[in-house]
Nanobody, 116 residues
Framework: QEQLVESGGGLVQPGGSLRLSCAAS????????MSWYRQAPGKARELVAY????????IYADSVQGRFTISRDNAKKTVDLQMNGLIFEDTADYYC?????????WGQGIQVTVSS
């Protein structure tokens, strides 16, 4: 069964950091581009970060550029999102996804709340 499982979310104060991790199973992880998306309350789901299957190419939303870093470990079948300098506007459910603009598999999502 193809599956993506996120972990690492939670509550953090503004300016703080969190690291999200996504564990893949049931498919050949190393040949797929991967992405992180997020959906804030009342807003559409948006792309946060993308990483190519090799890990050599990354793309970030303007709103997180310079604060977030996406990385992957093809041996461990994981893709991580390091989030630094968190702000209130980063509060959302975060989703790991297989693919880029048209993901073919989604994780169940994990909540990140930035609050003082």
């Amino acid at each position: 069964q193809e599956q993506l499982v996120e972990s690492g979310g939670g509550l953090v104060q503004p300016g703080g950091s969190l690291r999200l991790s996504c564990a893949a199973s049931g498919f050949t992880f190393s040949v797929h581009d991967m992405s992180w998306y997020r959906q804030a309350p009342g807003k559409a789901r948006e792309l946060v970060a993308y990483i190519s299957y090799t890990g050599y190419n990354t793309i970030y939303a303007d709103s997180v550029q310079g604060r977030f870093t996406i990385s992957r470990d093809n041996a461990k079948k994981t893709v991580d999102l390091q989030m630094n300098g968190l702000i209130f506007e980063d509060t959302a459910d975060y989703y790991c996804a297989r693919g880029y603009k048209r993901p073919t598999l989604w994780g169940q999502g994990i909540q990140v709340t930035v609050s003082s």
